[in-house]
């Protein structure tokens, strides 16, 4: 009834358990909590990607059915951000919603996102005109949403490369982009 953390020594033995749990149960029950790749208390943070990652199962921990975690003992050193700090700045977006589109564009800077020309990477997000195009943590894609004002026209996913629509969506979460906003 609640999720499972299971520790093991070492971040390869943790991605080799997580293998074999996936192997063996419904692979959307296993999630590897992946190692940030530094040092607890160091002041650089983890690769945008390894980011996403851990603040997407962090987001599932508050609100998916039960499964199981599986992680490194080195990574339990590293601090996470509060229940309360993650719930807060998850911002949920719909079709035909009306949005100050400036506070919002605000709050997504507080949040991780780093303002770019074009969107490449998780954590970033574009402005041009009434188009903002952003790549939240949780999706394999990023999103294109069209505001007329401060009314949100549409919500659609897009490839990076061609820059086609794959997609239309009638909501969203943005999920913060960063661990470290948080803290």
């Given at each position: 009834?609640?999720?499972?953390?299971?520790?093991?020594?070492?971040?390869?033995?943790?991605?080799?358990?997580?293998?074999?749990?996936?192997?063996?149960?419904?692979?959307?029950?296993?999630?590897?909590?992946?190692?940030?790749?530094?040092?607890?208390?160091?002041?650089?943070?983890?690769?945008?990607?390894?980011?996403?990652?851990?603040?997407?199962?962090?987001?599932?921990?508050?609100?998916?059915?039960p499964f199981i975690t599986v992680t490194s003992a080195?990574?339990?050193?590293?601090?996470?951000?509060?229940?309360?700090?993650?719930?807060?700045r998850v911002v949920t977006l719909k079709k035909e919603?009306?949005?100050?589109?400036?506070?919002?564009?605000?709050?997504?800077?507080?949040?991780?996102?780093?303002?770019?020309?074009?969107?490449?990477?998780?954590?970033?997000?574009?402005?041009?005109?009434?188009?903002?195009?952003?790549?939240?943590?949780?999706?394999?894609?990023?999103?294109?949403?069209?505001?007329?004002?401060?009314?949100?026209?549409?919500?659609?996913?897009?490839?990076?490369?061609?820059?086609?629509?794959?997609?239309?969506?009638?909501?969203?979460?943005?999920?913060?982009?960063?661990?470290?906003?948080?803290?």
């Open positions: 009834e609640k999720p499972v953390l299971a520790v093991l020594p070492t971040e390869e033995a943790a991605e080799d358990f997580s293998q074999d749990l996936k192997f063996f149960l419904n692979e959307e029950q296993v999630f590897l909590y992946p190692s940030p790749e530094t040092l607890p208390f160091e002041p650089q943070a983890a690769h945008q990607e390894i980011q996403a990652s851990r603040m997407e199962l962090l987001f599932k921990l508050l609100t998916s059915k080195a990574n339990l050193m590293h601090r996470v951000m509060p229940r309360e700090g993650l719930s807060e919603e009306e949005v100050q589109r400036d506070s919002l564009l605000a709050t997504l800077q507080e949040t991780g996102y780093s303002r770019m020309s074009m969107v490449e990477e998780r954590g970033e997000m574009s402005v041009r005109g009434g188009i903002l195009d952003i790549f939240p943590p949780m999706y394999a894609n990023p999103l294109r949403i069209e505001f007329f004002g401060d009314d949100i026209e549409s919500i659609r996913s897009f490839d990076i490369g061609t820059q086609r629509s794959l997609g239309e969506l009638d909501e969203v979460r943005l999920l913060p982009a960063r661990e470290t906003t948080l803290l």
